[in-house]
């Protein structure tokens, strides 16, 4: 009797066993093959002239309703699209946009100039976008602009909105009307490979601009805008910025901070391993000369070469770049920043320049190993209401 028990016994745990392996071996929904939309199969033309705007929401909309991992495929050519929003939330974390062509936005700006963006993702979990490239054919409303003409605000070639988990990896953004690529609101958003291209004329064309989002990577990227090439907006923390190429530019900056009295600050930022060439600026923190609540901390830049950059270093609290400018002392409240191997050439003779609030003075600004030239002669530095320290190498000699 007992030996019976235990062969019964024994069969069902083989039983089990051998359907445990069965389930172990078949694929789950997350990990199966991904199905894929091709844009062209849903109607897209690769012209460069007849709009494909349905055909890449339909692929959009199949592949964020599917429950399992999805693909939208762009192939070569070039397809025209309108403006477009691709708004989450999916039935599935897995959908990637694989782009081997591009995106051309209309060359009329007035057809998507008031829409704010041109294309736009928003709302989504676990997207990735790899390769391709968006050209917003802005030349004509950076004209438009340039002869203080009545125009659009300009749209935005890409923006990101109120998602997470997001990659953008090999993606070009070319003349965009407005800023090339916006990230706001959200978390955990990593930018590898990213290539920027337009004039340095061109106006309002921030490369990327980070806002009230948490957790965004930026690497291994080349930027050359009218503007800035990575802007850093209120309530952003925890950013990674690393080797990046930026010129043309206004170079990297966080702000401008403080045009609200009620705004959230910006903290725990690295920026290294930068080269700005020919730039308005290197690594500068901008704030608005009014009251506000508003505040720069815990901000390191490392490991950066200047060449020929009109202002290497700068903080500057009375930002104001165009008339009506505020009178006021800036509120909001600088601290923390160290400025470690910094070195290069200055296109002006003040290469470092600290123009802090009167009523709340820029505090623990650290300066170490710091070498920039003008001229080839020594360059020198300004200092206002600025406190810290320096050591190391310190060229030009430190005003702190």
Same mark, same amino acid.
């Given at each position: 009797m007992?030996?019976?028990?235990?062969?019964?016994?024994?069969?069902?745990?083989?039983?089990?066993?051998?359907?445990?392996?069965?389930?172990?071996?078949?694929?789950?929904?997350?990990?199966?093959?991904?199905?894929?939309?091709?844009?062209?199969?849903?109607?897209?033309k690769?012209? =460069?002239?007849?709009?494909s705007?349905?055909?890449?929401?339909?692929?959009? $909309?199949?592949?964020?309703?599917?429950?399992?991992?999805?693909?939208?495929?762009?192939?070569q050519?070039?397809?025209?699209?309108?403006?477009?929003?691709? %708004?989450?939330?999916?039935?599935?974390? #897995?959908?990637?946009?694989?782009?081997?062509? /591009?995106?051309?936005?209309?060359?009329n700006?007035?057809?998507?100039?008031?829409? =704010?963006?041109?294309?736009?993702?928003?709302?989504?979990?676990?997207v990735?976008?790899?390769?391709?490239?968006?050209?917003?054919?802005?030349?004509?409303?950076?004209?438009?602009?340039?002869?203080?003409?009545?125009?659009?605000s300009?749209?935005?070639?890409?923006?990101?909105?109120?998602?997470?988990? $997001?990659?953008? !990896?090999?993606?070009? !953004?070319?003349?965009?009307?407005?800023?090339?690529?916006?990230?706001?609101?959200?978390? %955990?958003v990593?930018?590898?490979? $990213?290539?920027?291209? #337009?004039?340095?004329?061109?106006?309002?064309?921030?490369?990327?601009?980070?806002?009230?989002?948490t957790?965004?990577?930026?690497? %291994?990227s080349?930027?050359?805008?009218?503007?800035?090439?990575?802007? +850093?907006?209120?309530?952003?923390?925890?950013?990674?910025?690393?080797?990046?190429?930026?010129?043309?530019?206004?170079?990297? !900056? +966080?702000?401008?901070?403080?045009?609200?009295?009620?705004?959230?600050?910006? &903290?725990?930022?690295?920026?290294?391993?930068?080269?700005?060439?020919?730039?308005?600026n =290197?690594?500068?923190?901008?704030?608005?000369?009014?009251?506000?609540?508003s505040?720069?901390?815990?901000?390191?830049f &490392?490991?950066?070469?200047?060449?020929n950059?009109?202002?290497?270093?700068?903080?500057?609290?009375?930002?104001?770049?165009d !008339?009506?400018?505020?009178? &006021?002392?800036s509120?909001?409240?600088?601290?923390?920043? /160290?400025? &470690?191997? +910094?070195?290069?050439?200055?296109?002006?003779?003040v290469?470092?320049?600290f123009?802090?609030?009167?009523?709340?003075?820029?505090?623990?600004?650290?300066?170490?190993? $710091?070498?920039?030239?003008?001229?080839?002669?020594?360059?020198t530095?300004?200092?206002?209401?600025?406190?810290?320290?320096?050591s190391? /190498?310190?060229?030009?000699?430190?005003?702190?």
């Amino acid at each position: 009797m007992a030996e019976l028990i235990f062969n019964t016994s024994l069969n069902y745990l083989i039983l089990a066993l051998g359907i445990f392996m069965l389930l172990s071996e078949s694929p789950s929904p997350a990990n199966a093959a991904s199905v894929q939309y091709n844009v062209v199969s849903l109607g897209a033309k690769a012209d =460069g002239k007849t709009d494909s705007s349905k055909a890449f929401l339909s692929a959009w $909309v199949s592949a964020c309703g599917s429950t399992s991992a999805a693909t939208v495929y762009v192939p070569q050519g070039r397809f025209l699209v309108q403006s477009a929003s691709f %708004n989450g939330p999916c039935k599935n974390s #897995a959908v990637t946009v694989r782009i081997d062509g /591009t995106l051309v936005a209309p060359s009329n700006y007035n057809l998507n100039g008031n829409t =704010g963006n041109w294309i736009i993702l928003s709302h989504v979990t676990g997207v990735s976008v790899i390769g391709g490239t968006l050209d917003g054919q802005g030349k004509g409303l950076w004209a438009c602009k340039l002869s203080r003409k009545s125009c659009p605000s300009g749209a935005t070639n890409l923006e990101i909105s109120n998602s997470q988990n $997001v990659l953008v !990896s090999g993606l070009s !953004s070319l003349n965009s009307q407005m800023f090339h690529i916006v990230i706001n609101a959200c978390q %955990n958003v990593k930018m590898q490979g $990213v290539k920027v291209s #337009a004039s340095g004329t061109s106006p309002n064309t921030d490369g990327i601009h980070i806002g009230a989002s948490t957790g965004v990577t930026i690497l %291994n990227s080349k930027i050359g805008t009218g503007d800035d090439c990575v802007s +850093i907006g209120p309530g952003s923390n925890n950013l990674w910025i690393e080797n990046i190429a930026c010129g043309p530019g206004h170079g990297i !900056s +966080i702000g401008s901070l403080g045009k609200d009295q009620q705004e959230d600050g910006v &903290q725990n930022v690295t920026v290294k391993t930068v080269t700005f060439t020919g730039t308005q600026n =290197g690594v500068r923190i901008k704030s608005w000369a009014r009251s506000s609540n508003s505040f720069a901390r815990n901000i390191l830049f &490392q490991h950066a070469t200047m060449n020929n950059v009109q202002n290497p270093i700068i903080i500057d609290q009375n930002y104001c770049p165009d !008339s009506g400018c505020p009178s &006021q002392a800036s509120g909001v409240r600088v601290s923390d920043v /160290t400025y &470690q191997d +910094i070195h290069g050439t200055s296109a002006t003779e003040v290469a470092v320049k600290f123009d802090c609030s009167s009523k709340y003075p820029c505090t623990g600004i650290r300066m170490q190993d $710091v070498k920039l030239t003008y001229l080839n002669q020594v360059a020198t530095a300004s200092c206002a209401h600025a406190g810290g320290a320096a050591s190391g /190498t310190e060229q030009p000699a430190s005003c702190l």
